[in-house]
């Protein structure tokens, strides 16, 4: 039987056809011009719609599979699949990679998504909602380019919203800040200027916050576990266990996350400017290129804060930032250079040894 590859390559018929199950996960333009006709004929692209701590779960057309971790593989990535062997056998290139220093004192990275357009920042109009959060959050997003969207969730539990809103929209006049209530409004209508067939978006944020009940109001379905949150302090629990894909009919792909308690950033010094964009233009005018922002001379920041041009608080927030930034990626750094010196001891050691 002759294959059909126009879902994989590039054409210009532009007759609407059924979707294959490829493209209802999000397959796009920047991942088939990774390929040849001889790549998709002997390897078919999958890709990873869920995660757990040994496994993958895989979809591609006519391919539903579990396999061990590849690759270094996260959720969202596309692989090419030899069915043969039923082994992945390459990643493609990503278009965004959100990441995070994981939890515990090894220092390692950890990978939470892959290939995402929109990040959705998702918070409560309650004690969850934290303008520092929300701010590593939205650095997480621009570092990996990814569009962030702030969502205030549970507008319906306060007598209003307007103040929640106003402190988000003032981290940035550039990411727009949504307020909506998942079970009684429409979230679907709302989000739906960026949730276009074809794209992948997430939803980020602390547990309790309605993430799986944003993802369920999306899909139509009601099979995601979704719990309330405690009372005295507003935190949720983990209702969603593992990182994992779904598939809005006509529509985007959606991944919903457990919530993270602890977000550190690492590698993330861009997404850090963008997000404090006038504080990093001022540290440009300082006197020392090395300048801690605190008793320097001719400290340009220090001196806006002074002319009460800038508020303390952000101004904190943002050196909090800067210095856990430099110290996660600095601590990275060695790791890796300690691992490969150690690698280059083991060669010499193979190669001087005598042989029997």
Known sequence: MTKDYAQFLPTGDARP???????????????????????????????????????????????????????DATVGDWLLYDPATGKPTRLLERKSLIKRRAPGHDRSIQLIAANIETAFITTSCNADFNVARLERYIALAFEAEIAPV??????????SAEDYIAQAQAISADIPVIALDARNTDPRGKLAPWCG????????????VGKSTLT?????????????????????RHTTTSRQLHVID??????????MRELQLTDATSGIEEVFADLHDLSTRCKFNDCQHETEPGCAVTAAL???????????????????????????????????????????????KPRK
């Open 306 to 352: 002074e002319r009460g041009e800038i508020d303390g608080g952000r101004m904190a927030r943002w050196r909090k930032l800067m210095a856990e930034e430099a110290f996660n990626s600095a601590s990275l750094a060695q790791r890796k250079t300690k691992d490969k010196n150690l690698g280059k001891m083991i060669k010499q050691i193979k190669k001087t």
């Open 17 to 71: 056809r059924p979707r294959s199950t490829i493209e209802a996960l999000g397959w796009q333009a920047f991942f088939s011009a990774q390929l040849s006709i001889e790549d998709v004929a002997d390897t078919p692209p999958i890709r990873v719609v869920e995660v757990h701590r040994n496994t993958l779960r895989i979809a591609g057309n006519g391919i539903s599979d579990t396999i061990p971790h590849a690759f």
């Open 250 to 259: 006509g529509g985007c792909v959606v991944l919903d996350t457990p919530g």
């Open 216 to 236: 369920n109001a999306l899909t139509g379905r009601r099979d995601i576990a979704t719990q309330a949150i405690r009372e005295d302090d507003a935190r949720g």
């Open 197 to 208: 067939q074809g794209q992948t978006v997430a939803f980020l944020g602390s547990s309790g």
């Open 150 to 159: 702030i969502l205030l969730t549970k507008s319906d539990q306060v007598d």
